[in-house]
Protein backbone atom coordinates (compact mmCIF):
# COMPACT_ATOMS: atom_id res chain seq x y z
CA UNK A 1 0.00 0.00 0.00
CA UNK A 2 1.43 3.16 -1.36
CA UNK A 3 1.81 5.98 1.23
CA UNK A 4 2.85 3.98 4.60
CA UNK A 5 6.68 5.18 3.70
CA UNK A 6 5.98 8.48 3.58
CA UNK A 7 3.19 9.05 6.79
CA UNK A 8 5.60 10.11 9.50
CA UNK A 9 5.98 13.50 7.39
CA UNK A 10 2.58 14.33 7.83
CA UNK A 11 1.60 16.01 11.11
CA UNK A 12 -1.59 16.07 11.87
CA UNK A 13 -3.49 19.45 12.71
CA UNK A 14 -4.22 19.64 16.61
CA UNK A 15 -4.49 23.22 16.99
CA UNK A 16 -5.11 26.73 14.45
CA UNK A 17 -1.75 27.48 12.82
CA UNK A 18 -0.27 30.93 12.11
CA UNK A 19 1.02 31.43 8.33
CA UNK A 20 4.80 30.69 10.41
CA UNK A 21 3.68 27.80 11.57
CA UNK A 22 1.77 26.22 8.09
CA UNK A 23 5.00 26.96 6.31
CA UNK A 24 7.37 24.87 8.58
CA UNK A 25 4.93 21.98 8.20
CA UNK A 26 5.06 22.54 4.36
CA UNK A 27 8.80 22.09 4.51
CA UNK A 28 8.44 19.19 6.60
CA UNK A 29 6.72 17.82 3.91
CA UNK A 30 9.25 19.06 1.15
CA UNK A 31 12.23 17.73 2.84
CA UNK A 32 10.87 14.37 4.09
CA UNK A 33 10.26 13.94 -0.06
CA UNK A 34 13.10 15.60 -1.22
CA UNK A 35 11.29 18.25 -3.05
CA UNK A 36 13.30 21.11 -3.31
CA UNK A 37 13.11 21.51 -7.48
CA UNK A 38 10.92 23.06 -8.99
CA UNK A 39 7.65 22.62 -10.48
CA UNK A 40 6.61 19.95 -8.40
CA UNK A 41 4.54 17.83 -10.19
CA UNK A 42 1.32 17.49 -7.48
CA UNK A 43 -0.32 14.62 -9.19
CA UNK A 44 2.29 13.02 -8.95
CA UNK A 45 3.30 13.44 -5.23
CA UNK A 46 -0.64 12.41 -4.83
CA UNK A 47 0.12 9.49 -6.37
CA UNK A 48 3.58 8.32 -4.44
CA UNK A 49 2.31 9.58 -1.18
CA UNK A 50 -1.28 8.71 -0.28
CA UNK A 51 -3.22 5.81 0.24
CA UNK A 52 -4.49 3.52 -2.44
CA UNK A 53 -4.40 6.86 -4.97
CA UNK A 54 -6.71 7.52 -7.90
CA UNK A 55 -6.67 10.71 -9.81
CA UNK A 56 -8.76 11.96 -12.92
CA UNK A 57 -10.41 14.74 -14.29
CA UNK A 58 -14.12 15.35 -14.07
CA UNK A 59 -15.74 17.21 -16.76
CA UNK A 60 -17.48 19.76 -14.62
CA UNK A 61 -19.83 22.28 -16.21
CA UNK A 62 -18.41 25.18 -14.36
CA UNK A 63 -14.98 26.23 -13.81
CA UNK A 64 -15.47 27.36 -10.70
CA UNK A 65 -15.11 23.91 -8.92
CA UNK A 66 -11.72 23.53 -8.84
CA UNK A 67 -10.92 19.94 -7.40
CA UNK A 68 -12.69 17.19 -5.22
CA UNK A 69 -11.23 14.86 -2.72
CA UNK A 70 -12.71 12.07 -1.23
CA UNK A 71 -10.37 10.21 1.68
CA UNK A 72 -10.90 7.11 2.55
CA UNK A 73 -9.31 4.16 4.87
CA UNK A 74 -8.41 2.32 2.35
CA UNK A 75 -8.34 4.57 -0.56
CA UNK A 76 -7.80 8.86 -1.86
CA UNK A 77 -9.78 10.17 -4.81
CA UNK A 78 -8.96 13.06 -6.50
CA UNK A 79 -11.03 14.12 -9.14
CA UNK A 80 -9.68 18.22 -11.06
CA UNK A 81 -11.40 19.81 -13.52
CA UNK A 82 -11.21 18.89 -16.95
CA UNK A 83 -11.64 22.03 -17.97
CA UNK A 84 -8.67 23.62 -16.29
CA UNK A 85 -5.14 24.25 -17.22
CA UNK A 86 -2.63 21.69 -16.49
CA UNK A 87 -0.97 24.65 -14.22
CA UNK A 88 -4.42 24.94 -12.77
CA UNK A 89 -4.89 21.15 -12.11
CA UNK A 90 -1.17 20.72 -10.87
CA UNK A 91 -2.68 24.26 -8.08
CA UNK A 92 -5.44 22.81 -7.13
CA UNK A 93 -4.24 18.80 -6.82
CA UNK A 94 -1.46 20.42 -4.43
CA UNK A 95 -4.46 22.29 -2.53
CA UNK A 96 -6.71 18.82 -2.19
CA UNK A 97 -3.38 17.31 -0.97
CA UNK A 98 -3.05 19.71 1.67
CA UNK A 99 -6.78 19.47 2.61
CA UNK A 100 -5.04 15.23 2.55
CA UNK A 101 -2.59 16.05 5.07
CA UNK A 102 -3.90 17.94 7.45
CA UNK A 103 -8.04 18.15 7.28
CA UNK A 104 -9.29 14.84 9.17
CA UNK A 105 -8.56 11.72 9.80
CA UNK A 106 -10.68 9.74 7.94
CA UNK A 107 -13.84 9.32 5.36
CA UNK A 108 -13.13 13.10 4.49
CA UNK A 109 -15.17 14.47 1.21
CA UNK A 110 -14.80 17.40 0.23
CA UNK A 111 -16.00 19.71 -3.51
CA UNK A 112 -13.71 22.38 -3.65
CA UNK A 113 -15.32 25.86 -5.04
CA UNK A 114 -14.02 28.97 -6.09
CA UNK A 115 -16.29 30.62 -3.39
CA UNK A 116 -16.26 29.95 0.33
CA UNK A 117 -18.70 29.78 3.15
CA UNK A 118 -17.71 31.59 6.42
CA UNK A 119 -17.14 28.38 8.54
CA UNK A 120 -14.14 27.07 6.17
CA UNK A 121 -12.75 29.80 6.00
CA UNK A 122 -9.73 28.75 7.95
CA UNK A 123 -9.49 25.79 6.28
CA UNK A 124 -9.70 26.23 2.58
CA UNK A 125 -7.29 29.47 4.02
CA UNK A 126 -4.57 26.75 4.61
CA UNK A 127 -5.10 24.98 1.70
CA UNK A 128 -4.87 27.92 -0.96
CA UNK A 129 -1.67 28.88 1.74
CA UNK A 130 -0.27 25.69 1.67
CA UNK A 131 -0.20 24.86 -1.69
CA UNK A 132 1.22 28.31 -2.85
CA UNK A 133 4.28 27.46 -0.65
CA UNK A 134 4.65 23.58 -1.59
CA UNK A 135 4.89 24.71 -5.11
CA UNK A 136 6.25 28.44 -5.00
CA UNK A 137 8.21 28.24 -1.91
CA UNK A 138 9.26 31.93 -0.17
CA UNK A 139 13.06 30.71 0.24
CA UNK A 140 12.89 30.62 -3.78
CA UNK A 141 10.41 32.93 -4.68
CA UNK A 142 11.63 35.87 -2.84
CA UNK A 143 15.33 36.18 -4.48
CA UNK A 144 13.56 35.23 -7.65
CA UNK A 145 11.18 38.02 -7.97
CA UNK A 146 12.91 40.90 -5.67
CA UNK A 147 15.91 39.82 -8.68
CA UNK A 148 13.25 40.22 -11.44
CA UNK A 149 12.05 43.52 -10.20
CA UNK A 150 15.56 44.83 -9.77
CA UNK A 151 15.53 47.78 -11.95
CA UNK A 152 11.68 48.33 -12.36
CA UNK A 153 11.90 51.84 -13.00
CA UNK A 154 13.52 51.37 -16.07
CA UNK A 155 11.77 48.74 -17.42
CA UNK A 156 8.75 48.48 -19.33
CA UNK A 157 4.89 47.32 -18.03
CA UNK A 158 5.07 44.39 -20.60
CA UNK A 159 8.85 43.18 -19.88
CA UNK A 160 7.63 43.35 -15.87
CA UNK A 161 4.22 41.40 -16.54
CA UNK A 162 6.42 38.53 -18.97
CA UNK A 163 8.34 38.08 -15.73
CA UNK A 164 5.06 36.85 -14.12
CA UNK A 165 4.73 34.19 -16.98
CA UNK A 166 8.63 32.95 -16.74
CA UNK A 167 8.02 32.39 -12.72
CA UNK A 168 4.42 30.44 -13.56
CA UNK A 169 6.12 28.75 -16.34
CA UNK A 170 9.00 27.80 -14.39
CA UNK A 171 6.86 26.40 -11.57
CA UNK A 172 4.07 25.22 -12.87
CA UNK A 173 1.09 27.34 -11.50
CA UNK A 174 -1.48 29.65 -12.98
CA UNK A 175 -0.39 33.12 -13.17
CA UNK A 176 -2.70 33.92 -10.49
CA UNK A 177 -0.73 31.87 -8.37
CA UNK A 178 2.35 33.87 -8.80
CA UNK A 179 0.88 37.23 -8.69
CA UNK A 180 -1.56 36.03 -5.67
CA UNK A 181 2.15 34.95 -4.01
CA UNK A 182 3.34 38.46 -4.72
CA UNK A 183 0.62 40.01 -2.27
CA UNK A 184 0.36 37.53 0.01
CA UNK A 185 4.46 37.62 0.42
CA UNK A 186 4.83 41.32 0.42
CA UNK A 187 5.40 42.26 3.83
CA UNK A 188 7.96 39.30 3.49
CA UNK A 189 9.22 40.50 0.45
CA UNK A 190 9.72 44.34 2.20
CA UNK A 191 11.90 42.85 4.89
CA UNK A 192 14.30 41.06 2.11
CA UNK A 193 14.61 44.29 -0.01
CA UNK A 194 15.88 45.81 3.00
CA UNK A 195 18.23 42.84 3.74
CA UNK A 196 16.40 40.46 6.05
CA UNK A 197 18.32 37.53 5.64
CA UNK A 198 15.62 34.82 4.15
CA UNK A 199 16.28 32.55 7.57
CA UNK A 200 15.22 35.43 9.11
CA UNK A 201 12.05 36.78 7.91
CA UNK A 202 8.99 37.27 9.96
CA UNK A 203 6.25 35.30 8.06
CA UNK A 204 2.90 36.60 9.09
CA UNK A 205 -0.21 36.66 7.23
CA UNK A 206 -2.38 39.20 6.06
CA UNK A 207 -5.05 39.22 8.84
CA UNK A 208 -1.43 39.38 11.04
CA UNK A 209 -0.68 42.18 9.73
CA UNK A 210 -3.73 44.12 9.85
CA UNK A 211 -4.11 43.80 12.98
CA UNK A 212 -0.73 45.36 13.45
CA UNK A 213 -1.36 48.26 11.24
CA UNK A 214 1.50 46.94 8.78
CA UNK A 215 0.57 48.14 5.16
CA UNK A 216 3.26 47.45 2.28
CA UNK A 217 3.18 48.04 -1.31
CA UNK A 218 3.52 44.97 -3.11
CA UNK A 219 5.20 44.56 -6.74
CA UNK A 220 1.53 43.98 -8.04
CA UNK A 221 1.09 48.12 -7.00
CA UNK A 222 4.11 48.63 -8.77
CA UNK A 223 2.61 46.95 -11.93
CA UNK A 224 -0.57 48.87 -11.86
CA UNK A 225 1.16 51.99 -11.62
CA UNK A 226 3.46 51.55 -14.33
CA UNK A 227 0.88 50.21 -16.11
CA UNK A 228 -1.22 53.18 -15.15
CA UNK A 229 1.45 55.52 -16.11
CA UNK A 230 2.57 53.73 -19.16
CA UNK A 231 -1.00 54.13 -20.86
CA UNK A 232 -1.34 57.51 -19.37
CA UNK A 233 1.57 58.99 -21.52
CA UNK A 234 1.29 57.53 -24.77
CA UNK A 235 -3.09 57.25 -24.54
CA UNK A 236 -4.77 54.85 -27.52
CA UNK A 237 -8.33 54.17 -28.03
CA UNK A 238 -7.52 50.50 -26.22
CA UNK A 239 -6.26 52.17 -23.74
CA UNK A 240 -8.65 54.93 -23.04
CA UNK A 241 -11.43 52.17 -22.98
CA UNK A 242 -9.61 49.93 -20.47
CA UNK A 243 -8.00 53.15 -18.16
CA UNK A 244 -9.45 51.63 -15.10
CA UNK A 245 -8.33 47.49 -15.97
CA UNK A 246 -5.14 46.02 -15.79
CA UNK A 247 -4.46 42.95 -17.62
CA UNK A 248 -2.74 40.71 -14.94
CA UNK A 249 -5.07 38.71 -14.03
CA UNK A 250 -4.41 40.22 -10.30
CA UNK A 251 -7.22 38.61 -8.65
CA UNK A 252 -7.58 38.03 -5.01
CA UNK A 253 -6.82 34.50 -3.27
CA UNK A 254 -9.18 32.10 -4.65
CA UNK A 255 -12.36 31.45 -1.99
CA UNK A 256 -13.16 27.93 -2.00
CA UNK A 257 -15.70 26.45 -0.22
CA UNK A 258 -18.24 23.19 0.12
CA UNK A 259 -21.26 23.25 -2.12
CA UNK A 260 -24.24 24.39 -1.58
CA UNK A 261 -27.14 21.32 -1.78
CA UNK A 262 -28.31 22.40 -4.93
CA UNK A 263 -25.10 22.22 -6.32
CA UNK A 264 -24.27 18.74 -4.73
CA UNK A 265 -27.32 17.57 -6.19
CA UNK A 266 -26.05 18.66 -9.85
CA UNK A 267 -22.93 16.67 -9.38
CA UNK A 268 -24.35 13.73 -8.35
CA UNK A 269 -26.28 13.67 -11.43
CA UNK A 270 -23.47 14.12 -13.47
CA UNK A 271 -22.84 10.54 -15.25
CA UNK A 272 -19.16 10.80 -15.06
CA UNK A 273 -18.79 11.24 -11.60
CA UNK A 274 -17.95 8.29 -9.40
CA UNK A 275 -18.04 7.88 -5.48
CA UNK A 276 -19.87 8.95 -2.43
CA UNK A 277 -20.71 12.46 -1.83
CA UNK A 278 -21.11 14.21 1.47
CA UNK A 279 -21.61 17.26 3.24
CA UNK A 280 -19.94 16.85 6.31
ZN1 LIG B 1 -10.48 23.23 -0.55
Keep these: MRGQQTSSCITKMADIWTKAELYIQVDKIRDKL ?3 KAPIDSIA ?10 VTTIGFESKSICGMLVKGQQSTY ?9 AQQNYYCAHEFIHYC ?3 DDDLVLVCCDQISPGNMYSE ?4 EGAAELLVPYRQFIPAITGLFCGYPDK ?6 GLLNELAYRHNVPKTTISNRIDTLAYEICQYTRGVPLDKLEIISAKEQKRRGISVKSYNDILREKYQSENTRRPTKQTQAHSSTVPMGNVPVREL ?10 LRRRKRMTGRIEVT
Design 34 to 36: HLR
Design 45 to 54: LIKNVCVNPY
Design 78 to 86: IGLNANHTP
Design 102 to 104: YHG
Design 125 to 128: WQAN
Design 156 to 161: KFKDLY
Design 257 to 266: QMPTPEQLKR
